[in-house]
Structure formats: C-alpha cells, structure tokens
C-alpha cells in the first residue's frame, strides 16, 4: 500500500537505475530556491571580483617588473657615463691653483 501512495517532486533527474530487485531508484537534483539563486548570484560576483583582483595584480606586476629593469638600466648607464669619461670634455672645469 505504501509503495503505490502518489506523491509529487520537483527537479531535476540525474540518474535512474535498478536494482537486483527490479527496483527502479531515480535520483533527483532539486530546483533551486528564491534564497538559493540570491546565494549563487552573490558567488558569481565574487568569483567575478576575485578574477579581476588577480588580472589586475597580475598586470600590475608586469609593470612593476618592467619599471624596475628600466630603472636599473638608467643605474646602469649613469654609472658608465660617470666613470668612462673623456678626459677631453673636462674643459669647463677650471683649476683652483
């Protein structure tokens, strides 16, 4: 008598399958809820946030990157200007004796 009671559900169907009894189980994934979706909208935007974090710190670390070869490049060539001189150019400095 219990098993031919009439009930409803709502969902939807993931997998069917029978038994060694000739049993059939249907399994059922349920609609989601009012609260539900609110809960899956407010994962998407913080999937969302947390995906433009990274591309933007990702890309401003390339630029932090970039601008520090760059400075080191300029520490490199002011360097070589300061002590691989001609002495030819030194004319503008007078002496003091």
């Known amino acids: 008598m219990l098993l031919h009671t009439p009930f409803s559900a709502r969902g939807i169907i993931t997998s069917i399958s029978t038994d060694a009894n000739g049993t059939r189980h249907i399994a059922l994934h349920n609609e989601p809820d009012a609260m539900a979706k609110w809960r899956y909208l407010g994962t998407t935007l913080l999937l969302l ?27 490199q060539q002011y360097y070589d200007k300061c002590f691989n001189h001609n002495l030819g150019t030194m004319q503008s400095v007078r002496s003091l004796f």
């Open 49 to 75: 946030i947390l995906v433009a974090c990274c591309v933007i710190n990702g890309l401003l670390a390339l630029r932090r990157m970039h601008r520090n070869r760059q400075r080191m490049l300029d520490i």
